[in-house]
């Protein structure tokens, strides 16, 4: 369901009403093990339609030219809940924080100030904070991705390549932003039971990754099937229902630390 009322207009005015919350899921370590990092995932609390998933507002917003307003939002939020949960007794140690970043946001300027800002306020050392940026930004323009993302690498920030398929990027576009790893594309981990391609591609990926020293995580795995093959290619990181639903940070402390 897509929202099909003028929400774009009505960002600010959602997060000033508390309507706009956030989610955090994990990322664990190999075999399922410790959580590693936690990603931040928007929820909107419609006043009619109750609790809305991204996919419902922000092609909209999209549309609207008013994405970069909820990406500074999110930013900012996040690194402030998530400074605040390190303090906590259940937070794990050495935990990083993985944030989406849409390519109108990474396209407009301000960002390294935002950024730098956001984690100055919090407390927060920049290399815990990790952008995940679309593949298609490296594929349709590597020089304009490297411009963008280069500085952010430079300053401190990790970057990770996110929703990756089976013939686009490679180690030349992850060298060329600095880039700390990549996310697998679920549909692939989706495969991995009963699909041979699927089981190659995500091979393939795996080995070809860590080849090049960085990390891959394998998205979406929701069955012990699919975790048993991932802790079978060496997969270093995974991150799906199997292992925690996205939920408030004070529900993550009782994960395995």
């Not at 609390?45 to 008013?66: Q, V």
């Not at 794990?92 to 396209?107: E, F, Q």
């Amino acid at each position: 369901m897509q929202v099909e009322e003028p929400v774009g207009s009505g960002v600010g005015g959602a997060a000033q009403r508390g309507e706009l919350s956030l989610a955090y899921q994990p990322i664990v370590g190999p075999a399922g093990g410790e959580p590693v990092a936690v990603e931040a995932l928007v929820r909107w609390r419609h006043p009619r339609l109750g609790l809305l998933g991204p996919e419902s507002f922000l092609p909209r917003l999209a549309r609207d030219g008013e994405l970069h307003l909820l990406d500074d939002w999110v930013l900012r939020t996040a690194t402030a809940q998530f400074a605040s949960w390190r303090g906590t007794a259940g937070a794990p140690a050495g935990i990083g924080l993985s944030v989406n970043v849409s390519r109108a946001r990474l396209m407009s300027p301000g960002l390294p100030e935002l950024l730098a800002g956001a984690v100055a306020a919090a407390g927060l050392d920049r290399s815990l904070l990790d952008l995940e940026v679309g593949e298609a930004l490296l594929l349709d323009d590597l020089h304009a991705a490297a411009d963008v993302l280069g500085p952010l690498t430079a300053a401190g920030f990790g970057i990770t390549v996110d929703d990756v398929s089976a013939a686009g990027t490679s180690a030349r576009h992850l060298q060329a932003v600095g880039a700390r790893g990549i996310k697998v594309d679920r549909s692939y981990v989706a495969g991995l039971a009963d699909s041979a391609r699927d089981r190659a591609v995500v091979r393939n990926l795996v080995e070809r990754v860590t080849a090049a020293g960085l990390t891959v995580t394998a998205v979406g795995v929701e069955t012990v099937a699919q975790q048993t093959a991932l802790a079978e290619m060496g997969c270093p990181r995974a991150q799906g229902w199997l292992f925690g639903r996205p939920s408030p940070l004070s529900e993550l402390g009782a994960l395995p630390a």
